[in-house]
């Protein structure tokens, strides 16, 4: 048997609507609001992931565990633009992100990024994330708190202009607006031979990241984007949706090299 | 100060050709030969990662420590097509796999993709790997050893056609001819709620699965394909490559759910 | 000097909001209403293409001549999926359409593809369109003549299933829903060793009209379909659009041969 | 009957290795010899297009017209990159290049988009050239020549900086390697209204071009660029190819304003 326990993250997923509810347990007091009627703490506890549950109205619900994918998508709030999925999960595998690491950001935005390598990191790795903008440290916070993962992550109100406090991380991360003024002090933490991983959306951006890689200890850089197309799912009428992202971002990686 | 161990898989770096030689120290008797020369075990083992290191005759390489996504491109010896890491990092993500999960999959192919896995999945976790053609098994717990992940995963040499024979599992995933036809065994063993991923190359494979879907206890579908544009690194004439890969493979998501 | 003449298509641009209003100047009987006031015939005739003109009210437009784009884009009413420029004009490419070829067509939908061919055929030219739906035929007639390519392109009220009435044409262009059922009928008209050019939305007709092919006398089959991606114009953020186009069509072609 | 004429561009197709010759049959002074034998120039003249044709070797070939994308793929020599069809057809549309109109160009690289203006500007239409290097001058006009085309475009010997000789054009298109220093000479001879298209491979190129574009008399600005995605044609496995182009070009339109 499969219940919800008292800090679990679940998905109300509406078949009719095809709408999700990403709700933290723990966040809980005694019922949960939808448009279509109340549900209470205990109706959920008491019902298996997987089983439908009604709202006092009736209305229908399937009980379902979250995934980190409906977290980022529909339960984050943005005060920026967001890492999407196909690009953090590549940046994760890329910069070799593993269980019990320590990961260097900055900044942490809304803290998707920083969801992803928290969720791989686990309870023995930790994210340090450095960020400038008090109202983004907050939010990322309770962000990250939402979806149990505040404990791996913590979050210093500081400016990476000042560098990072730390030494001999396993992978640094920046997604900041100017990243080539401070990448000497985004690898100085990084234990050498390590990965960096910057990630800008524009194409001067990428330019000048390129530009001042020509006078750092760094080796193998590249650079892509990643495009990413849904289909619908007819099996008669099999075709891409209309219309799909044309860019989130280019990512631009190199290992650091102690010469 | 950070040299490698017995067992670190190294990458030698050869600036010169942009070239790459992926080492599993434990692999190394007394030297490591290249077509530049030879390197004592004994000088890999005492060169701090990140440094240069030079053949008998010379020749120098950088050392470093190897990543995943090395491993993969340069060193996975290929009996089929494998799971590019642009998918098989999303599909890691999408699968929600996390540190300690248990994870299913069927077949092995050349163990790329149970790579990835294993990596995230850790010491504490679990990924039993169901594979009917024993060539496909040896060779794919051959690569898992080269990249020291193969205690992680358990190779059952079986056909998915016979169902899993566990219960209770965190995720499956699918990459065989005719997934359609095993549909159900693939879903059998997952906990409800969670996340089944399917990998096919054609369209026509697509369909059939949407069709097979129909009368299956799933919820959630969808279909994408993730395409990967890299990107010449000359700042002053940026540019993508002239050539890109058009297709790697089709991947379908679903959740199971227990009404 | 260069004036409209009295049955210019014009394009009345308006630089502060950027929209683009498309006018054949032979519909228009004494002024043109815009939102923002009117603008008398007398003065549309002699304002100089590429000069701003006013309406009564003072707001102030560019008089420019429309492209083919302006008007598939702007004016033209759909009643069905148009053949969207990027791929249009790769049709009338790969067909080979010269000025004063003889073209034939089945349906017409929208008359956007009609367009574009017409435009190159010219008035030496003649393409012939089969509609099955009258009230497409009527409503393409109406695009085409706002356009004034209508006397070049004669559309005959007819299903393909009765096959067409022409013989020795350049090229053949189908977009119709089941095409694989007329391709014996399509490719009767065409000159031998000429192309024939297909048009479907999604895969499983892209298959059904590849197996269809196996039993005709065709040669050199392609399959390909155009991603076309914008980018927003600031030169010190030069990124790509948000958002694209993920899907118009697939493009199927061949030449018929007479073995 | 359709038999080739003395100046007939024909294709001789090999079925068994998929392969193209192109051939202009006023070049084929007695015979045309492929690597499977000769085909008399005579046998050539007196077999219908798109029926199969022997060598003295008895090897088959079809003989079939060939298109102009038969010409730009497989028989232009190449001394520059070429302008591809994806790009070219696009170009041509957007310009709005219609039969009869006057179209300038520079440079003419090896003559692939002069090929795709000329079919359509058709004999009462006129391409005017201008190429700075003679060897590209001497390499184009030898390829225009292969298709019959030559007699539709005017190559001028002459470079850009020194401004265009010729008024009132109904279209202006760029391609060379610096043109944000010439785009005052680029529409100095565009009729009032009319579009300049420039086509740049790097980004780099696309801003500077832009921020040209800021004091110039200009409207309506886009930038693009095209990707084709090629398909395998079997209807029972059908996916796209392995690889695909990646990149050829940046495309960027704009119309001339006279305020």
């Known amino acids: ?79 920026t633009q967001i890492v999407y999925p196909k690009d953090a999960a590549y940046i994760a595998f890329r910069l070799d992100i593993k269980p019990g690491d320590t990961v260097l950001e900055s900044g942490i935005g809304s803290g998707a990024m920083s969801a992803v390598f928290a969720q791989i990191l686990g309870k023995n790795g930790k994210l340090i994330s450095y960020e400038k903008r008090e109202d983004f440290v907050k939010n990322a916070l309770k962000n990250l708190r939402l979806f149990n993962l505040d404990n791996i992550v913590q979050v210093k109100h500081k400016d990476i202009k000042d560098g990072f406090d730390e030494n001999d991380v396993d992978a640094v991360f920046i997604d900041i607006k100017e990243p080539w003024l401070y990448l000497d002090k985004a690898i100085e933490p990084l234990k050498c031979g390590k990965m960096l991983g910057i990630l800008v959306p524009t194409v001067n951006q990428v330019s000048f990241v390129l530009k001042a890689f020509e006078n750092l200890p760094i080796l193998g850089v590249d650079v892509s984007e990643i495009l990413h197309r849904f289909w619908k799912t007819n099996p008669e009428r099999l075709r891409p949706l209309d219309v799909m992202s044309a860019h989130t971002a280019f990512l631009i990686f190199a290992r650091k090299v102690c010469l």
Chains 1, 2, 3, 4 share one sequence.
């Open 1 to 79: 048997m499969n219940y919800p326990r008292e800090d679990s993250i679940i998905l109300l997923y509406d078949k009719k609507k095809e709408k999700k509810h990403v709700i933290n347990l723990k966040d809980i007091n005694n019922a949960y609001s939808t448009s279509n009627g109340m549900i209470k703490k205990e109706a959920l506890l008491q019902t298996e992931l997987g089983k439908p549950i009604k709202t006092h109205l009736g209305y229908e619900y399937v009980l379902l565990p979250a995934t980190l994918n409906d977290f980022i998508m529909k339960k984050l709030t943005r005060l």
